[in-house]
């Protein structure tokens, strides 16, 4: 079946440095990717998507982009500031389900001043 | 209401007990969803509705979880007997309709520990 799979954290930076966290899947054909950030004391809210190969989604200065070769959607931020610091889930929903969302583990990210 | 709203936010109980947790989803999202968050894991899918129909329960654990949802509007996901490896955070999202690029959009959750 189709799966996820995130790197583990916490990943642990300084600020402005540079983020990846890493995001691979298997699944058939081309389904829709996304990611999705849980910050403290709220509900995970969608960051960025993408819904077909190449695609590149972006948001809040991250970006992800759909390789369809290395079936990855890995997460990147060119200088991450404090409040970033949050949950990142990884997910994605099959070209045969209009509803199912399969997740990632989650990655911790905890960026220090 | 602005957001999805989900109660209690916090619920301590005894093992044994029933406990029920509500969502409230955004007005005019058709499909509502329960997943279970549990620490260091991923969101596991436990139920999804359209409208009031729940096309989709093959995620709930046991017979002792149950779900309704009425008016096409607020659920409440029921766990009888809980046991203590029913403790985690019971997170509800809705949607505008099912959509395979759709944006869920999630409560806050609700905690459950059960002693």
């Known amino acids: 079946g189709d799966s996820v799979t995130q790197m583990e954290g916490p990943v642990t930076l300084s600020e402005e440095a540079f983020l990846t966290i890493n995001c691979t899947y298997t699944?058939?054909?081309?389904?829709?990717l996304f990611w999705y950030v849980q910050y403290p004391g709220e509900g995970l809210q969608l960051l960025l998507k993408a819904t077909k190969a190449d695609d590149k989604g972006s948001n809040k200065g991250f970006e992800a982009t759909y390789r369809k070769e290395t079936t990855s959607f890995h997460l990147e931020k060119g200088s991450v500031q404090v409040s970033d610091s949050a949950v990142y889930f990884c997910?994605?929903?099959?070209?045969?389900?209009?509803?199912?969302?399969?997740w990632g583990a989650g990655t911790k990210l905890i960026i220090k001043p | 209401g602005a957001g999805v709203s989900q109660s209690p936010s916090n619920k301590v109980t005894e093992k044994g007990k029933d406990v029920e947790l509500r969502c409230d989803p955004i007005?005019?999202?058709?499909?509502l969803y329960w997943y279970r968050q549990s620490l260091g894991q991923g969101l596991e899918f436990l139920i999804y509705f359209q409208g009031n129909s729940a096309p989709d329960k093959s995620g709930l654990p046991s017979d002792r979880f149950s779900a309704e949802r009425t008016g096409g509007s607020v659920s409440t996901l029921t766990i009888q007997r809980t046991q203590q490896e029913d403790s985690a955070v019971y997170l509800c999202?809705?949607?505008?309709?099912?959509?395979?690029?759709?944006?869920?959009?999630f409560g806050e959750g609700s905690r459950l520990t059960v002693l």
């Open positions: 999202a809705s949607s505008l309709g099912p959509s395979r690029t759709g944006e869920l959009f």
């Open positions: 007005s005019g999202h058709t499909a």
């Open positions: 997910a994605l929903r099959g070209m045969d389900s209009n509803y199912q969302l399969i």
């Open positions: 699944a058939t054909g081309y389904p829709s």
